[in-house]
Every structure is written in structure tokens, then in C-alpha cells.
């Protein structure tokens, strides 16, 4: 008795058929495209400071996200400083995803790039939060929290001095 044992076909790996590929400019655009969508999805946040007493310093703006940094200028998300101006300053945060936010400001006359405090509790140079909340004691980030959705968000802040 002959057993006849069929091996199934193995094609070789050189005759397969090719995998059509992306030319690496291809790629290069659909990457591009992937990325102009998440930033469309991205906000502006515009902050109007009003009360400037005058143009002595810089003005900074420190943006944050989570309760547990908020206050803590070396921990925020963003910090942008400008020149003093008397009156009125605005500060625009770009391509932020939406969600909870909340901003410290302050005019830092001296410009040491810090919000400078008497006795450690009590600012003397003049200072604002999102929502403008009266304060007692520090600051809380629940206070100040605003949600930033769309494309443009703007609070205004006072600063009190």
C-alpha cells in the first residue's frame, strides 16, 4: 500500500504580489491633515486685564488646569509676560483643548517675575483671578475655574492693588 502525502503550495516570499505603499510624501500630508484636525479642535483663550495703575514692570499671566499647581507660577501650564501699560493689557493663550481652566495675573512692578508678598500673605504689587472672586486666605482653584470651549473664549480680570 503507497500513502501519498500532498504538501499544500508555499509560495515563495519574493513572488508574492507587492503591498501597494505610500509614497513618504503621502504619508507626510496625511500626518499634516491628522494634525491640522486636532488643532481645530483647539481653543483661544483671551484675557482682558483692567486696572493697570501704570507702565512701571511687566504684567504676567500664569494659566493653570489643576487645583494642585494652581498659584505656583513655575507649575502652570502657560505663563506669558508683557510690558506694563496703563489702563487696560490683553493676554491670549493659543491652542488650548477645551475643558477647566482658571488664571492668576499680576503687575510685577520690580520685575523679579514673582507675585511679591508682604509678611508671605498679603500681595504688594496689585494682582487679579479668573472670576474675580473675594479673596480670604489663598486663593482656591474652584474659585477661579472657567470652562474654555469653542473657539474663543474671554474673561476680563481686575486687578486689585
Known sequence: MNITIKSPTITPLLSRPSIP?????????????AAGHVQADNSQLV?????????T???RASL?????TFRKEDKALKVI?????KGESKFVFNDLPPGRYAVMVYHDENTDQKLNLRFGMFP???YG???????MGPPKFADSAFDVAG??????????Y
Open 57 to 59: 514692570g511687566n504684567l
Open 129 to 135: 483671578l479668573s472670576n474675580n472672586p473675594k479673596v
Open 81 to 85: 509676560s508683557l510690558p506694563a501699560a
Open 21 to 33: 505603499r505610500l509614497p513618504i510624501q503621502g504619508l507626510l500630508l496625511a500626518c499634516l491633515v
Open 124 to 126: 504688594t504689587e496689585g
Open 47 to 55: 484675557v482682558n486685564l483692567l486696572g493697570v495703575r501704570d507702565e
Open 151 to 160: 473657539p474663543q473664549t474671554s474673561i476680563d480680570i481686575k486687578l486689585a
Open 64 to 68: 493653570y488646569r489643576e487645583p494642585e
